[in-house]
């Protein structure tokens, strides 16, 4: 069964200390890793997918970088604005069933709140 | 381009009672799925529609059911209404045969509470 891991669940700044996200996943043939940013009683906004080991993809403050068994999302002299909670979720190769059509599997998400 | 839409925006319903929650996918995608999302939790996938019929599907009980238009937007149905079903219902969409990036984009999700 897919298993997506994040760390820490809950991560305090203070504005312009960048830090990293831990997203550690378990998957049966990795066909994307997605992370998604979400504010109190919102949807969850997509920032990035990404394919393969060695990926990095950059928006703004943010960037996600990928291996085999884990991704991080760092964050880059973070404000106050960034505060939310960072959704990182993967798509499998193949499910039980032996099809993908586009199920993602999320961990619990990491708290990240920054103060001016 | 107007993004995925969602309606109610909440809704609260009597234990027992059936639900039906609707939802609009982004311009140009055909697919839609839906999730439930805890409180403190990530969203757990519940079923995905595509072509009119439901092809894939989560860990969550036949009183979950759903439909899809041919306008594609969408439909989660559910009955029999638990106290455990309070939560926040989010439907995604994207595109199955598309070019380039997979991306699956949320709408702002539906809070349903069971007393």
Redesign the interface.
Known sequence: EDQ?TQSPEALRLQEGESSSLNCSYTVSGL??L?W?RQDP??????LF?LYSAGEEKEKERLKATLTKKESFLHITAPKPEDSATY?C?V?PRR?A?G?S?????????TILTVHP | DAG?T?SPTHLIKTRGQQVTLRCSPKSGHD?V?W?QQAL??????IF?Y?EEEE??R?NFPDRFSGHQFPNYSSELNVNALLLGDSA?Y?C?S?V?MGQG?????????T?LTVT
């Open positions: 997506v066909r994307g997605f998604y009683g919102k949807g969850p906004e997509f997918t959704l979720a798509r499910d069933g099809t059509y586009g199920k993602l599997t999320f961990g619990q998400g | 995925v969602q697919t799925s999730y403190g939790q990530g969203p757990q996938f995905q595509y092809r894939q989560g926040l989010l995604a994207s199955t990036s997979y991306e699956q984009y949320f709408g702002p999700g809070r």
